[in-house]
């Protein structure tokens, strides 16, 4: 019997057969003059009268050709579909990782959306978390918050300019000296900091991307097993169509 995995594979061929199949009945729908046809003969009014050649158009298309063209590749592909989601309702499987059952019996569907989730949303943040800086020696806060850590407290000075005179010539019996006023930075008092931040340090965002990882993998295993289940075969585009087309009455054919 076929796995579920085989049905879902041959689900994009099957579209895109039914897409090359219809298409051009899309496109003589559009051609009125195709679904048109006529027989003439034309009959002079005097006998030995000129005559003309007969003009005969076929009709080239019918809206029933059409509804046929449409109705067996629709069909099969409504059949693949509607055994596929038959066959998803009972396909399920644990997720496990490391030996740890994470939960039980969950479904296929609800699988393959959580992998995707999983890999774009949860590992995509992990992979931009801020690390602490490994050039500070960090803490746990002594605010008690969780997630903040401190560094210990560490002092920066803060400057000031002052002028002061500066002999360039010493003064002789001769001559008075020459001196000018110069500009310097003086220590003007001290800030006492601590750093905080919200940041992770590196091991921690490495054991989050390796968990996450370890879940994306279960996850795949659980997929991979839930999509071996046994089809569940349900056909059901030819009673869509047998209905949706079935033959016109002649009480509905116009001017019947």
């Not at 034309?42 to 809206?63: H, K, N, S």
């Not at 989601?85 to 959306?113: K, S, W």
């Not at 560094?151 to 005179?165: A, E």
């Not at 008092?189 to 965002?205: E, H, I, L, M, N």
Request: proline share 6%; glycine share 6%.
């Amino acid at each position: 019997m076929a796995k579920l995995h085989q049905v879902v594979a041959t689900l994009t061929g099957v579209k895109e057969d039914v897409n090359k199949r219809t298409a051009p009945l899309f496109h003589s729908l559009k051609k009125g003059e195709l679904f048109a046809g006529i027989s003439q003969h034309y009959r002079p009014v005097e006998e030995g009268g000129i005559t003309l050649p007969d003009d005969d158009a076929e009709v080239q298309v019918t809206v029933d050709d059409v509804l046929e063209g449409l109705s067996k590749p629709l069909a099969k592909l409504f059949d693949l579909l509607n055994t596929i989601e038959n066959t998803n309702q009972n396909a399920a499987a644990d997720i496990v990782v490391d030996g740890t059952t994470i939960a039980t019996d969950v479904p296929v569907t609800f699988l393959m959306q959580f992998e995707k989730y999983l890999q774009r949303e949860v590992l995509g943040a992990l992979k931009i978390l801020p690390v602490l800086d490994p050039a500070t020696k960090w803490e746990p806060s002594a605010s008690g918050r969780t997630g903040i850590y401190q560094s210990p407290q560490f002092s920066t000075f803060r400057t000031k300019k002052v002028q002061r005179p500066v002999v360039l010539v010493a003064p002789t019996k001769e001559f008075p000296g020459q001196a000018a006023m110069v500009t310097e930075d003086v220590i003007d008092g001290y800030w006492d900091k601590v750093k905080f931040s919200g940041a992770v340090p590196a091991s921690r965002k490495e054991e989050l991307l390796e968990r996450c990882q370890a879940l994306i993998e279960a996850v795949q295993k659980a997929r991979e097993t839930a999509n071996q289940a046994d089809i569940v075969d349900a056909p059901i585009g030819r009673a869509i169509f047998d209905y949706l087309f079935a033959t016109q009455t002649p009480a509905h054919v116009m001017g019947g």
